[in-house]
């Protein structure tokens, strides 16, 4: 079988053509890539950035549940304790049920869907606190009979 010229030149062309596209592929992937890791980071998907320098990166704070609330709120005005926190820092929250009945831990906007702890039992939370504001921290099986059982995580700047 004889090749003519005209046919290698068909075919080097073919393969330039698709060289060429595999390449523009690459190059728009890449592209897209970089511009939504960029707006990731610009608009703070996923979490809310660097820790700025004077700021110290975490906290952290025993909350215990008992009969007389959230670290005795039952004698203190409600929302009580407020732990105050620093936009972008790391905040850990030890809950610990010093009851004789089970309990449940939320935080609104930080823990919506909450955590029942037994009697005598703990639940470690840690989350970066990334938008201003109160936020309640409250027993949702309790709203009623335990009104005390109320706290405050206050995020500021």
Not at 125 to 153: H, I, M, R, W
Request: include cysteine; glycine fraction near 6%.
């Amino acid at each position: 079988m004889v090749f003519s010229k005209s046919n290698g030149r068909k075919t080097s062309r073919i393969i330039r053509r698709k060289l060429f596209f595999a390449l523009t592929v690459v190059v728009i992937t890449g592209s897209a890539l970089f511009l939504y890791a960029y707006a990731a980071h610009l608009f703070g998907f996923g979490s809310c950035g660097a820790t700025p320098a004077n700021v110290p990166s975490s906290t952290c704070f025993s909350l215990v549940i008992s009969f007389y609330g959230y670290n005795g709120s039952k004698d203190h005005t409600i929302p009580w304790p407020r732990m105050n926190v620093t936009l972008k820092q790391y905040v850990t929250i030890r809950a610990w049920n010093n009851d004789t009945q089970s309990h449940g831990f939320v935080i609104t906007h930080y823990f919506e869907q909450g955590e029942y702890i037994r009697p005598s039992d703990s639940y470690d939370l840690t989350f970066q606190a990334c938008q201003l504001g109160n936020f309640a921290v409250y027993d949702p099986s309790f709203v009623t009979a335990y009104p005390y059982l109320k706290a405050e995580l206050d995020v500021a700047f």
